[in-house]
């Protein structure tokens, strides 16, 4: 079950059913993680999640990862990967940010 998209313009999450809730957490940023009542709603709180990220990356001068890609054999059984984007005022504040 799930969606699989190759090469989308955002960080990867993997969005799963975690018992009475649902869990998203990045492929490529491990201690950002969002939860909600819903897969939806799980989607929109990784975005807001990773627009904190950002900001706190943005705080101490760090660069953040590049997103990768989920590869087809990369497949779930358990939930799906949803490409989530930086909301653009976060992205441009990240990419000001020398990396160091």
């Known amino acids: 079950m799930g969606i699989y ?3 989308l313009n955002g960080y990867p999450a993997v969005i799963r059913r975690c018992g009475m809730v649902f869990e998203a957490r990045f492929i490529d940023i491990p201690n950002c993680v969002a939860i909600a009542s819903t897969a939806l709603e799980a989607e929109k709180r990784a975005q807001s999640a990773l627009a904190s990220y950002a900001g706190v990356v943005r705080g101490h001068a760090w660069k953040m990862p590049e997103p990768s890609t989920v590869e087809q054999g990369d497949r779930l059984q358990d ?4 490409y989530i984007k930086l909301p653009p005022v976060a992205k441009l504040a990240v990419d000001a940010v020398p990396a160091i």
């Open 5 to 7: 998209v190759n090469g």
């Open 79 to 82: 939930g799906y990967v949803a």
